[in-house]
């Protein structure tokens, strides 16, 4: 076994879960990731703590999917009552086909997720780590080698998190009692929205693994304005490429896709929630050096900002604020590298990626260029 | 995929467990069984209920065992919840490497029997079914090609059970009523034993897919005498070969192995029950034409009886008869094809592998070969 595989799963055991002797451990992997449940197994046997793994099966779920009427998909009694004894999850992603559930009606997909509303709730009340282990598949999606694809992902999640988490906390205080958020980028992303009142999260890899990101959700009215997505939305299996939303009062009112359109347009669909935003994150691992279409990865980059259509974050809504309620939470993601700010109460804390504590932060840009007043000139 | 695995996933869907819209359906499955998995989704997604799956994992199981120490093994409550809110459990066989356990301590193994009991009782509770998916290493242990272990496989499982259960019945209604049964094969088999009061099953293919023996539980303080057993014992990846058991007012007061005596002996020191006989059991399956050192199949072969060590089966035993409680069910093997016969409260019911109510059966034998009276003159 690479001993990669080793320090990641010591990784997740010992700083992402916190596993103690007598914890009742739920590992949700598919095949590829075999490797990884068996160091887990073993650092969990260490702890003297009480595994067990839950199957996540692509194919078996598309033959699934395929053979049901979308009216018989229910809540799974059994997967909810495991979940309800359960102190920690260990989500493990690792594709052999990513695109396994490309021939399942998209409804079907709509009533699983539905369906499945109760059982996420529960994990949320767990200590769970989404991660991700490498696979020919998944270096495949990001156009990478198997080798390269398996440095990329050791190289974002084997870092001094300790110190990524205190360079974050500086701009999780800049949100934290903020209230308008603006996103400029480009002649085709220019958003508004409120933060007041919420509760902003420091991803230094607790939940997600890598972690690296600030978040928080929106109030779920307040969003204004268009904004263009750079790197594609992976929905059941497909690929949504060049994602234009346009918000008012919080509600996508118009939606664009440049491939997929009707996947889009289908997740939009899934229930009231769907059409408004859950979550704003700005990334910040720049041991992440590149878009690889991976979402857990993707979103950490640092110079991106993302939302989440769907379900807000249950951390960040105090309960005297607006909750997005939804079956789904679908991250969408820009690159702010270029031509870009986000402003906070009218101060720029990032421009073209760089941080206003960070040495390549341009104080006085030229107008025009990145600059909180002036009309940008965005060259494709 | 091969058709056959197909016409497998029906025969467990709809013949052993019925499935019904609603069900929850527990499918526990190791990796090299991914085509049953897909195509049990399939069966079940028609019939509109709904599965989860637990991985089946011995090379995590080990690596867990071999870090834990045996104290800190105990009942996962999640796995408990879980099956406490089943309907059908579908238990499927297949090996990548059937001696992952071997270097795992034995008292580790013990341990983790024990804690996985109250499992084991909400599992007999459901409606269930342990079946057999072919896979290169268990052909190497059958000693067979890959082809033409799937052939057996197949050949054992796709039958006429209707047929096979009505002749079966002749046999479960000889032993329903009766006290006496004694075993004589050879020189060194002669076991007599108590079911008086007790329950036989017919097991046409319900909880075992492929099924074809007629068991019951003994009185577990009636058992005397002595017993060979011809076909290796596999217990946590060890094989233990040419087991004797002395029995004494139901308990074995000596024991003999010709390798791996220590795991036969660690077996009966799991707990009291361990050392005394939980189930009788007679071959019945003809489909099935040779031992391939598979205890789910080798116990159904026609002209071979089996006892098992340990926990009796509630099916079985009336609340009035006393119960066998064990954290194990271990079964041992004998052929019975030669030399042999089975009396039943004094009657002959088989010899040399025929039934009574069969052509081969012989009315009157020599004295000395398989006759109920004269002495055995057995040549090796």
Known sequence: MDDRVRRHAE????????????????????????????????????????????????????????????????????????????DVVILVKASSNAAEGSDVDSAKGRASSRAKQPILQERLETRWVITQHPTPADAQRAELSTEAWADYVYGAIDRDWDGQRERQQRVADALDDADAVRLVSGDDTDLRLSIAGMTTINDGGRENMPGGEVATSPDPGSVEGEIRFDVPLYRHGREIRDVTLVFEEGVVVDHAASHNEVALTSLLETDEGARRVGELGIGMNRGIDQITDNILFDEKMGQTVHL?????????????????????????????????????????????????????????????????????????
């Open 11 to 86: 990784i997740l055991v010992d700083y992402c879960t916190e596993i103690r002797s007598g914890d009742t451990v739920l590992v949700r992997a598919p095949r590829p990731a075999e490797d990884l449940v068996v160091a887990l197994y073993e650092r969990i046997g260490e702890r003297g703590a009480h595994p067990m793994t839950e199957w996540l099966n692509p194919r078996a779920g598309r033959a699934y999917a395929r053979a049901m009427d979308a009216e018989d998909f229910a809540t799974k009694d059994h997967a909810l009552a495991a979940m309800r004894e359960t």
């Open 308 to 380: 989440a259509l769907g379900c807000a974050m249950e951390e960040c809504v105090p309960d005297d604020r607006p909750f997005n309620e939804s079956a789904v939470h679908a991250d969408v993601l820009a690159d702010v590298s270029r031509d870009s700010y986000i402003e906070v109460d009218g101060e720029v804390i990032q421009r073209n990626g760089a941080f206003w504590f960070e040495d390549e932060f341009d104080e006085t840009p030229e107008p025009g260029f990145g600059s909180a007043t002036g009309v940008t000139d965005y060259c494709p």
